[in-house]
């Protein structure tokens, strides 16, 4: 469900395995980190300055990866 982010607003790829996943950004995580909590959507960084972090829970339904990636979108490449 999580690769369905690849190619969604800044994400160019997503890396990882599992529900450890990492979203590599065409633009810095940090800023996008702080858009996302502006949706009350909480992520993290890493030591890659271009890689979100995603540890969701392993209940994370559909709908929650589907909210993800509608703000996703909205944020500009």
């Not at 999580?2 to 633009?27: K, N």
């Amino acid at each position: 469900e999580l690769a369905r982010l690849a190619g969604v607003g800044p994400v160019v790829r997503t890396q990882g395995a599992g529900l450890l996943v990492g979203l590599v950004c065409s633009r810095p995580a940090k800023q996008i980190q702080a858009e996302l909590l502006e949706r009350d959507i909480l992520v993290g960084t890493s030591a890659d300055p271009a890689v979100v972090r995603l540890l969701p829970p392993l209940v994370v339904e559909r709908e929650q990866i589907d909210t993800l990636r509608e703000a996703l979108a909205e944020l500009a490449p």
